[in-house]
């Protein structure tokens, strides 16, 4: 039977899952009626196992491979198949209704279509009546062509609750009727008799006519609209898995098939988009892409569809920049990367339309863009360094053909500043190796004219020092030799005694430097401006030898007394330390900013030009052994290379901020120099040289970073490693001094420290601070297990030298040298003094020699503490003297000769919690202090008492006075005082201060005020 071909035809297509296949068999079996394909098909469509279409599809084609049904002998129920709500196949009479006839006149009778089923009126004058001759009756049907209608079946008994699809019983559209039964016969009209609703039935067909049509257009258009969203299902499908060929296609035929489809734009659009995917995604050159983009894009800028896939478009026409960028890096020739960049910029015209990538997709995508923009920016940048690599390499050319290697290097510094990573170009090194070789030709002997002085003629003199503090007995011997202030101190290392001092200038920086490492070696001092050495005898400080050179020098470096000096200009000098004679002399084709660097005992030196290049010269002879190229700028280098174990450090100063420790490796003559590894990069500069230990080199910067740099011979990559390090901690530049010993570490600052350097955890501990807020003026000095440091005390002026323990900073003696005298009288037969730092001296004039031996203080009630500034001393009556400390405000030095205690005391003034704001005056045996707070106090500066009440002119709130020097009256009880409020008063001074007198004046008093017979005068702004 046909359901069971249609349930086979189901399970061949495998549209349905098995289980569902042997449900429909199991109940197809258990039915006793007959079941039409029509009734089975739209079971399964209303169940939702198949569309319409395919259900119309399936019944179609079951149809048309069976075979047409011979004429019906029976009369024939009327079918179900319109049920379905399909429409009819062609040749299929699944749609049709048979008229039931009586049996004898089956055969002749026609199959009258089941739309007649929609019939006019006269059906209802049809009557069952007795068997009549048949054929005359169906003649008079066939002549009015009004078909019968058939009579009504009884209902179908209901289904049973098996669960069965089908029911039990036959239903009236499954059994045929029964052939005995007597048909009805139709009555017939009269002829001559017109009905009186014929119009009304012409109406009425009319109208269902109508209906149909719209019930036929609403179906051919869900038809249709069914067909149209698989199309579109399958492409998007399609479109998702990559497949951009097919999805093209079935775009392209929706959008042809179904132009009036809300969707048509949006199929041009994925149509385009497949388009450009399909090239941009299998093809390699990106050209191609772009192409394809120029293309399809254009004709869908207007197309709404295009609003819901920009951020797809984005995404390809990003891919298609990236691979771009791809293609230039893997480029190997110029003109290709340049092509492609040219080519580049025609897609950046189309991601810069809004048309095809909005603000929103920019959003989104604006960490991609910006990735893409910087690799294309990097490419630019390639290409530029390349033409210019091969624009400064023809310009090298023509330099060196000239030999002007000064033109060479500095086209080639242009370039490696503005592109670093052609430090290293082969091509670029080898021609400023050739330079280097025409540099090392330029180099030759020097005519220099070095010759001897005779030493300065020392005047009689005495030196006021000021120490204190024990003997440190295991430095005995010692000689410790200091710059202060323009003289250079030669003192005992065991007790800070004062040696010997020589003046030089106070222009004059340079440290004493030892000739020798013996404990009372002699010094070499430098006088840069003047171009002299002078070897000085470290017992009684005199002049062993004195050698003047025709210019200024830099200060020299020493090795076991052998004296390598530089000229500025270029000229490097070997002196023979023992008599300061000329060993040899080599002209440099360029100035030198410092002395030679060198290694202990190696044949070499190392002479830094003003730029560019490293000049190796013999120790011996000066002959220029090679040229190192470094690359230098002018200014950058502040100290001296350092040779250690074959590796030659080069300190450059790049910037302010930063300096550059490079490392170049030597042979065992310390010759073939070459760059061993990457530079050591430091925050700060390198300004003072750096510390050997060891194998070890400790460098700090002006920033305060401290790096401990190890050279290890046997390592099998880089052999000088970082092995520990402290962050720079200096808020501003400033010279920064050390010493090391093994892991210890001292740095001199603005304070003194020690350090414990961590190997094993790479830092540097800071184990304590001394002396903080004092500045270190020069290096310190090991002797044994003590530092001796050179330093000026805050709030004082001289220099101050210390010798302290090592491990715990602890001071063991101090001497301060150089104090300013501040009050300087004679008395009988001796001088007296007082210094800045409150410390009384008294010498005889037969103490004065040339040799200037040193006093001693008298009294030192200021016991070297900080804070000691004593100046602008106050005469007193009776041979007294006051003197205010600067650093202190409202303490005073009081000299009473007189005394038999203590003829120098330090007093605390009772400034009512202010401090003065103008220089004080005597009156009678007091002094009278103007002060910020607005007052004018009166005190006794043996005690510091109040000896009056103050003077207390209005004054405005918050407003800070500012006074003169009063002037004292020849009354000595009378003054005139004058301040910032444009007044001037006449005040007596007694147990009170009484205003005598007041005036205003048009401007401010300056400075101070002079008394002049019987008038004060003043200077106004």
């Not at 033109?407 to 080898?430: H, I």
């Not at 005898?537 to 002049?543: A, I, K, N």
């Not at 210094?835 to 004039?845: F, I, K, N, P």
Request: charge should be negative; proline fraction near 7%.
């Amino acid at each position: 039977m046909l359901a069971q071909q249609f349930v086979d035809k189901l399970e061949g297509t495998g549209l349905l899952h098995p289980d569902i296949i042997a449900e429909l068999r199991r109940q197809l079996a258990d039915t006793k009626g007959r079941v039409t394909v029509e009734a089975l098909a739209k079971l399964l469509v209303d169940n939702g196992h198949l569309t319409k279409f395919q259900a119309t599809k399936l019944v179609s084609e079951l149809k048309d491979d069976s075979a047409p049904a011979p004429p019906l002998k029976a009369p024939i129920a009327k079918s179900n198949a319109n049920e379905l709500d399909l429409a009819p196949l062609e040749g299929s009479a699944s749609g049709a209704a048979k008229a039931v006839v009586p049996n004898e006149v089956v055969g002749e009778a026609e199959i009258v279509e089941d739309e007649v089923e929609e019939v006019v009126e006269e059906a209802e004058a049809v009557e069952v009546v007795d068997s009549t001759p048949v054929v005359e009756v169906v003649e008079e049907v066939a002549e009015v062509v009004v078909p019968t209608r058939k009579k009504k079946n009884p209902p179908a008994a209901p289904p049973k609750s098996s669960g069965s699809i089908f029911p039990d019983t036959p239903s009236p559209v499954m059994s045929a009727p029964d052939p005995m039964q007597p048909s009805p016969k139709p009555k017939l009209p009269s002829k001559a008799k017109r009905n009186p609703w014929e119009d009304f039935r012409i109406l009425g067909v009319g109208s269902v006519l109508a209906v149909l049509l719209l019930l036929g257009a609403g179906l051919l258009w869900w038809y249709f609209r069914g067909t149209a969203d698989e199309l579109i299902e399958a492409a998007n499908k399609s479109y998702e898995g990559r497949s951009y060929e097919t999805a093209e296609k079935f775009y392209a035929d929706f959008a042809e098939r179904f132009t009036s489809d809300d969707r048509v734009s949006y199929a041009k659009v994925r149509r385009a988009l497949s388009q450009l995917r399909r090239v941009a995604e299998t093809n390699n050159d990106p050209t191609e892409a772009l192409k394809s983009a120029k293309l399809v894009l254009p004709p869908i800028a207007e197309e709404p569809g295009l609003q819901s896939e920009r951020g797809d478009l984005t995404g390809v026409l990003l891919t298609i920049a990236e691979k771009y960028n791809a293609r230039a890096d893997a480029e190997k020739e110029i003109a290709g990367k340049k092509t492609l960049m040219e080519s580049q910029k025609e897609l950046q015209v189309i991601l810069d339309n809004p048309q095809f990538v909005g603000s929103g997709q920019r959003t989104q995508q604006a960490n991609r863009i910006a990735r893409i923009e910087e690799e294309r920016q990097r490419i630019l940048r390639d290409i530029g360094r390349e033409e210019d690599l091969v624009a400064t390499i023809a310009k090298i050319k023509t330099a060196l053909e000239q030999r002007d290697t000064a033109a060479s290097y500095n086209f080639r510094s242009q370039l490696v500043r503005k592109y670093p990573q052609l430090e290293v170009n082969p091509e670029l090194n080898t021609l400023i190796i050739q330079a280097a070789n025409i540099q090392k030709e330029l180099v030759q002997k020097a005519n220099l004219d070095v010759s001897s002085q005779d030493p300065q003629i020392a005047h009689p003199a005495a030196m006021l020092v000021n120490s204190q503090g024990s003997t440190a007995d295991d430095l005995q011997g010692n000689l410790v030799y200091v710059n202060a202030l323009g003289a250079i101190y030669c003192l005992e290392a065991s007790t800070g005694n004062v040696l010997w001092r020589q003046y030089v200038g106070r222009d004059v920086s340079n440290e004493p430097i030892r000739l020798t490492d013996s404990p009372d070696t002699d010094t070499l001092i430098t006088r840069s401006a003047a171009g002299v050495l002078q070897r000085v005898s470290g017992t009684d400080g005199s002049s062993v030898w004195k050698a003047a050179f025709p210019s200024g020098i830099i200060s020299p470096t020493v090795d076991n007394e052998q004296i390598f000096a530089a000229v500025p200009t270029g000229e490097i000098a070997s002196i023979d330390g023992a008599n300061g004679a000329l060993k040899w002399a080599t002209k440099l084709p360029q100035p030198v900013p410092v002395s030679p660097g060198l290694g202990a005992k190696k044949p070499q030196l190392y002479v830094p030009g003003e730029h560019s290049n490293l000049y190796v010269l013999s120790r011996s002879s000066g002959e220029c052994k090679e040229v190192l190229y470094t690359g230098h700028a002018v200014g950058t280098i502040a100290v001296p290379p350092t040779l250690l174990l074959g590796h030659l450090f080069v300190f450059e100063n790049p910037a302010p901020d930063y300096s550059m420790v490079r490392i170049f490796s030597t042979n065992d003559e310390g010759l073939e120099l070459k760059m061993a590894q990457n530079p050591f990069r430091l925050k700060g500069n390198i300004v003072v040289p750096p510390q050997i230990d060891g194998r070890r080199v400790i460098v700090i910067t002006d920033l305060g970073e401290i790096a401990v740099l190890d050279v290890e011979p046997a390592s099998a990559k880089d052999k000088v490693s970082r092995i520990a390090s402290n962050p720079a901690s200096e808020p501003s530049p400033r010279p920064l001094y050390s010493w090391a010993k093994s892991n210890e570490l001292w740095v001199c600052s603005n304070r003194f420290s020690r350090y414990d350097v961590q190997v094993s955890r790479g830092q540097i501990d800071r184990k304590w601070i001394k002396d903080d807020g004092d500045s270190f003026v020069g290096a310190p000095q090991q002797f044994g297990d003590f530092i001796v440091h050179v330093r000026n005390v805050v709030g004082t002026k001289g220099i101050r030298v210390s010798a302290v323990r090592g491990a715990d900073g602890q001071e063991v003696w101090k001497t301060d040298i150089g104090v300013p005298v501040s009050s300087l009288w004679s008395s009988e037969s001796q001088l007296n003094a007082i210094s800045s730092q409150a410390a009384l001296y008294q010498l005889a004039t037969d103490k004065f020699s040339e040799q200037a031996p040193s006093i001693r203080p008298l009294e030192n009630p200021g016991l070297q503490d900080r804070l000691l500034l004593f100046t602008n001393p106050l005469a007193l009556p009776q041979g007294r003297f006051a003197l205010f400390n600067a650093s202190k405000s409202n303490q005073i030095a009081f000299y009473n000769p007189s005394s038999t205690d203590k003829q120098l005391n330090l007093v605390l003034q009772s400034f009512a919690g202010s401090d003065p704001s103008g220089p004080p005056a005597v009156l009678g045996n007091g002094l009278l202090v103007p002060l910020k707070n607005g007052q004018v106090v009166y005190t006794e500066p043996a005690t510091g008492r109040a000896l009056s009440s103050p003077f207390q002119p209005p004054l405005e709130s918050g407003v800070q006075a500012t006074w003169v020097e009063p002037a004292v009256l020849a009354d000595g009880k009378t003054a005139i005082i004058s301040g910032s409020n444009q007044k001037i008063y006449k005040v007596e001074v007694s147990k009170t201060m009484n205003v005598v007198s007041e005036a205003d004046l048009e401007q401010p008093l300056r400075q101070r005020l002079v008394p002049f017979e019987s008038q004060v005068i003043g200077v106004s702004a």
